[in-house]
């Protein structure tokens, strides 16, 4: 067996020891302790306490250098970058993570369950931020301390971005890329978050669909006036809003709005897509094959094409309705799209879809936050035949390859400011309960995940 062979074999198994001995746990306990709730206005004190107690001495120990960006959009959500250099003419990684979390929930989870505090129970490894996001960003870095250990090196340069404020739509992240470009260039992002495509089967997606979200407002008149002496002569916005949103999709779903679609499915995105299957799990929801765009199944409908969705409609005062005729309504609506779709002409295509169907009283505001644009990778670029080579090398199966996940992320940051292709690789299953009570990541994917990732490291150390 060659030495780099010994050191691959080296790396993989003290990645899977990193698991099955219980050094994730820990290191996992103290990460989900920290209440990193970005939503949350006074989190920021949670926030530096993450980046500097918890990331930034483990790093340092792998002979990174690191320092905190202020965020110049949000103070309380600080990015932390970190580099280690091993030479001039070698390849360099950039790797990412976020350390904030959504609500805690806490009293929502099943056995009386503390968010914050880590509960192994049935292989699982219950808490908030488990699989979204520390437990894979740490999955990560322990790959590399693995790999280091192995080696004596990495054979490649690698700078990481845990940033703190994803959950809040990653406001900042932007501006902190474009001003520092020349710091955290690199030649690829490989990086870990979202569900894999079924549980035993590794995953990567290559970009993300993009997020819309926007705000329909149907404002008649300042109050309501009472339905005995005022129905029948006034508007109604609630049933004006309501029909001005029966115009957007079909009573199945199905966009009106053509220019808020691809037009079509490039080939090799449906060759990519043509393996893929979903893996159903108890708890998930009946889905309905006949609902969205007409001839599209499954993978096909939620990573290759775009979807319109109503998060919330109020009308009056839902939680004590009077006899009155309200005065105004409000959706909250978003739509998921992927790439082909022209970013600048979603609201525009909205405004003159809504006056063509004599809807000029409905207003369009956009949402202050919450943007992500639609990227995605050529399933044909090295770095994604090199990851997937080495994850089949790891655990002798062929990975599922997406183009882009169904969900959104700051992926255009990469994509787009900083220049570099994207491959994620992620750590977590469908039924996960991230953004819910009951969050939890499985020993088992834990434990293959970091023998991929320590594999991946090598490799490209190797990488001639």
């Known amino acids: 067996m060659s030495d780099a062979n010994a050191a691959r074999e080296t790396a993989v198994a003290a990645a899977r020891d990193y698991v099955t001995g219980g050094a994730f746990k820990a290191e996992l306990a103290k990460r989900v302790a920290v209440p990193s709730e970005s939503p949350r206005e006074d989190s920021g004190p949670d926030h530096r306490r993450y980046l500097l107690e918890e990331i930034a001495p483990a790093l340092q120990a792998l002979g990174f250098k690191t320092q905190i960006i202020e965020n110049p959009v949000a103070e309380r959500l600080p990015v932390l970058f970190g580099e280690r250099t091993e ?65 004596g090196k990495l054979g490649f340069n690698v700078k990481i971005i845990i940033e703190m404020g994803e959950e809040s739509g990653s406001p900042g992240l932007a501006q902190i890329a474009e001003a520092h470009k020349e710091l955290m260039k690199a030649d690829v992002l490989i990086a870990s978050d979202g569900p894999r495509t079924a549980v035993e089967t590794p ?113 009056g005062r839902p939680e004590a309705p009077v006899n009155a005729v309200p005065g105004n309504a409000r959706a909250t609506c978003q739509l998921r799209y992927v790439v082909g779709v022209d970013t600048d002409r979603i609201l525009p295509a909205l405004r003159e879809h809504l006056d063509a169907h004599g809807f000029q009283d409905i207003a369009i505001e956009p949402m202050k936050r919450g943007f992500f644009h639609a990227t995605r990778t050529d399933p044909d670029n090295e770095w994604v035949r090199l990851v997937a080579g080495s994850i089949s090398q790891t655990t002798g199966k ?46 088992a994917l834990a434990e293959e995940a970091a023998a991929m990732m320590a594999g991946i490291f090598h490799d490209i150390g190797e990488r001639r």
């Open 87 to 151: 030479g001039d003419g070698l390849p360099t990684i950039l790797t990412y993570g976020h350390g904030d979390v959504l609500w805690g929930m806490g009293g929502d989870w099943a056995e009386g369950r503390d968010p914050f505090k880590l509960e192994e129970a049935d292989g699982k490894l219950y808490g908030r931020g488990t699989v979204d996001n520390k437990g894979q960003h740490t999955i990560n870095i322990a790959a590399l301390r693995c790999v280091i250990d192995a080696k």
């Open 203 to 315: 995953t990567m997606f290559l970009g993300a669909r993009g997020g819309y979200g926007f705000h329909l407002i149907a404002d008649e008149r300042p109050g309501a006036y009472h339905s005995g002496n005022w129905g029948g002569l006034l508007v109604n916005p609630g049933i004006r809003l309501a029909h001005a949103l029966a115009t957007i999709t079909d009573a199945k779903g199905k966009l009106a709005i053509r220019e808020w679609t691809p037009g079509e499915i490039p080939a090799n995105v449906r060759d990519a897509l043509a393996d893929i299957s979903l893996e159903p799990d108890p708890s998930d929801p009946k889905s309905d094959p006949e609902w969205g765009e007409p001839g599209l199944e499954g993978p096909m409908q939620v990573f290759g094409w775009c979807n319109f969705e109503v998060l919330a409609f109020t009308c």
């Open 398 to 443: 062929k990975p599922a390859i997406l183009p882009n996940l169904g969900g959104s992320l700051p992926n255009e940051v990469f994509v787009e400011t900083l220049g570099m292709p994207t491959v994620w690789v992620p750590h977590s299953h469908r039924a996960c309960g991230q953004h819910a009570p009951d969050e939890h990541m499985l020993v």
